[in-house]
């Protein structure tokens, strides 16, 4: 079936600094969602995906679908403590007509201030 | 107030014993899902509810069941609780807005199986 591989699995960064995650994916994902989950939280949406080559930004956050719609990816500017938490990807199962998302494993993101 | 909200946030239970984690959401969505979430393992799906009369298993729905009352409510239940039960368990909502989805998280619950 579908999967989707995230990584790094976890950053340990220095305030400041530039975060560059990745998703991919062997089979093609016509949508690519990022979520963030913060510490004791649900995860909320950050950035949705809906064409191939698409490059979106939300404030620091940017995101692009890869072009072979087999990938995605997430950078973050200039990262602040509040920038901890789970980053995941997650995309439509596309088999059947029951649209459930697949979801990532996570890339858990430390800044230290 | 918060648009999807999960009771209790915090359970501690035995071995054999049943217990029900209930999910409310006012968002008007017809899709509902119970999601466990394992450190290193992200998000499964256990089961999920297109609408009220529809019910579906997800990945690891075994040692659970389900129970949708309502529109606006969808409830877990362990009929008798193991320890490898314990996990953080999410509900989530969504709709399809002009053919796309974007699921909305409860806050949680988390469960200790002794």
């Known amino acids: 079936g579908q999967q989707l591989n995230q990584s790094p699995q976890s950053m340990f960064i220095q305030e400041g600094e530039d975060v560059s995650m990745n998703c991919t994916s062997s089979?093609?994902?016509?949508?690519w969602l990022w979520y963030k989950q913060d510490p004791g939280e649900g995860p909320v949406l950050l950035i949705a995906l809906y064409k191939a080559g698409e490059l979106t930004s939300n404030g620091r956050l940017t995101a692009q679908f890869g072009i072979t719609r087999k990938d995605s990816f997430l950078n973050i500017s200039a990262s602040i403590p509040s920038d901890v938490g789970i980053y995941f990807c997650?995309?439509?199962?596309?088999?059947?007509?029951?649209?459930?998302?697949?979801w990532g494993l996570g890339t858990s993101l430390a800044v230290n201030p | 107030d918060a648009d999807v909200t999960q009771t209790p946030r915090n359970r501690i239970t035995k071995t054999g014993k049943r217990i029900m984690l209930e999910c409310s959401q006012t968002k008007g969505h017809d899709r509902m899902y119970w999601y466990r979430q394992d450190p290193g393992l992200g998000l499964r799906l256990i089961y999920y509810s297109f609408d009220v009369k529809d019910i579906n298993k997800g990945e690891i729905s075994d040692g659970y069941s389900v129970s949708r009352q309502a529109q606006a409510k969808f409830s877990l239940s362990l009929e008798s609780a193991i320890p490898n039960q314990t996990a953080l368990y999410f509900c989530a909502t969504s709709d399809l807005q002009a053919g796309q989805e974007t699921q909305y998280f409860g806050p949680g619950t988390r469960l200790l199986v002794l």
């Open positions: 089979s093609i994902f016509n949508t």
């Open positions: 997650a995309g439509p199962n596309n088999a059947g007509n029951n649209r459930k998302l697949i």
